[in-house]
């Protein structure tokens, strides 16, 4: 009994593991942006389709890998996402051209794309009820101390061995986690075996559900645009904005930008526990929306601050941006019990398809501010130009305060009653 208490913490461990690895993957190129340019010769708009690739492959495999899991375990899907993930970083690392590097991202996306579900799969099957939520919210903490580490403690990896090496290092570092999960990882005697075609035909069942729900559709809007502020900042742009308006080098920019994250991690829990005690959704969610930008905003516009206050504005930004989380307990809350998880799986999927557009999006507005440029530096924006680049998150917050004026919720929500993705 011992060696399975154990083995079920160790399996619990590798698969939160991978999703600190995914994380960090999928900002890594934030702290690359000027080195890419330079290597790939790419502009703005360039760079941001090269990190969005990620989300072209991510996007896609939400909805159908829940079904994958269910079919083929925790063990094969991790091991086997594990060294896509390796194999495509150190692509990336080796490519010469941005359109191998594409390749590279797009395999790294294809990857991490069973991460989330992997590790809510582990804490279904392995866990009592009493224990899952708190799994899967540590675990949640933990990937986004993965992309803490993608952003300042990264950037100094990037300095120590450059960017190619820093890539071929986190490579390796997939091959090793693909070993672990093949040894270690085992079958839990709670899964139960189900044709492929009962499967398919939940599936498309519950698809149809969730997509009549004119409900679930707000909700994943809402969730979208105010997401698009942690992946823009976060994931690309935060980074080299920093760097050109507040005239700092790219490491404090990098643990700057890591105060998002870090915020994410401290608010998420904080933010679940309050709206459990209070039972209400709805104002928590557009009051998070509301404090997101305006704390958002004197980042962006009031570029004279001192460094210190602009690293408490993003730790805000990300604290209440964590409030994005209940738009996925709302997805659980808009449909029938039985499709709870696929309600997540569309929402997930709504946030990824928006991510891979916000980043090029971002990248072309920059673009257009050539005379704003750095005079005779090929791909070098001025302060100015991020700013007006950047001014479309605001306006997405804006746009989704409003839209949450259009969801309805449950009078009162059972602080019993918890939901998990995959059950």
């Not at 600190?20 to 999928?26: A, G, K, Q, V």
Request: with cysteine; aromatic share 14%; proline share 4%.
């Amino acid at each position: 009994m011992r060696d399975v208490r154990t083995l079920k913490w160790v399996i619990w461990a590798l698969a939160a593991f991978f999703y600190f690895y995914e994380y960090l993957l999928r900002v890594s190129p934030s702290v690359m942006v000027p080195e890419l340019m330079e290597n790939f010769h790419a502009n703005a708009a360039e760079i941001g389709i090269l990190s969005a690739f990620y989300f072209y492959a991510y996007a896609p495999m939400q909805l159908p890998v829940g079904m994958l899991m269910d079919r083929f375990g925790a063990r094969k899907l991790l091991t086997l996402a594990s060294l896509i993930c390796g194999a495509g970083t150190i692509f990336f690392g080796i490519s010469q051209e941005i359109s191998l590097a594409y390749l590279g991202r797009f395999l790294i996306g294809l990857g991490s794309s069973f991460a989330f579900v992997a590790m809510v799969f582990v804490c279904s099957h392995w866990f009592k009820p009493a224990k899952r939520a708190f799994l899967v919210g540590l675990a949640n903490s933990i990937g986004m101390l993965g992309a803490v580490f993608g952003q300042g403690p990264l950037s100094l990896m990037v300095k120590v061995f450059h960017w190619r090496q820093a890539l071929h290092i986190l490579g390796i570092m997939g091959f090793a986690l693909a070993i672990l999960i093949f040894l270690l990882v085992r079958k839990s005697q709670k899964v139960t075996k189900e044709s492929q075609e009962n499967q398919t035909s939940k599936f498309f069942e519950g698809f149809k559900v969730v997509t009549k729900n004119s409900r679930s559709w707000i909700n994943a809007i809402i969730a979208l645009l105010f997401y698009m502020t942690t992946t823009a900042l976060g994931g690309l742009w935060g980074v080299p904005f920093l760097q050109s308006a507040y005239h700092v080098s790219k490491h404090t920019a990098s643990f700057a930008m890591s105060m998002l994250f870090i915020g994410w991690m401290i608010g998420g829990p904080l933010v679940g526990v309050i709206s459990d005690k209070f039972g209400r959704r709805k104002p928590f969610l557009g009051l998070g929306i509301l404090l997101t930008f305006l704390a958002l905003l004197p980042v962006l516009y009031l570029t004279a601050m001192p460094i210190g206050l602009v690293y408490t504005l993003i730790f805000l930004v990300g604290f209440f941006s964590s409030a994005q989380l209940l738009n996925f307990t709302f997805a659980t809350e808009l449909v029938d019990e039985k499709f709870k998880g696929l309600s997540i799986a569309f929402t997930n999927l709504v946030v990824a398809v928006g991510s891979s557009a916000i980043q090029p999006l971002v990248g072309f507005f920059l673009d257009m501010g050539t005379k704003n440029t750095v005079k005779n530096i090929p791909y070098q924006y001025s302060g100015y130009d991020y700013k007006i680049a950047l001014s479309i998150l605001p306006a997405m917050l804006f746009l989704a305060v409003i839209l949450t004026l259009f969801l309805r919720e449950k009078k009162k929500t059972s602080s019993q009653d918890v939901s998990l993705p995959i059950d």
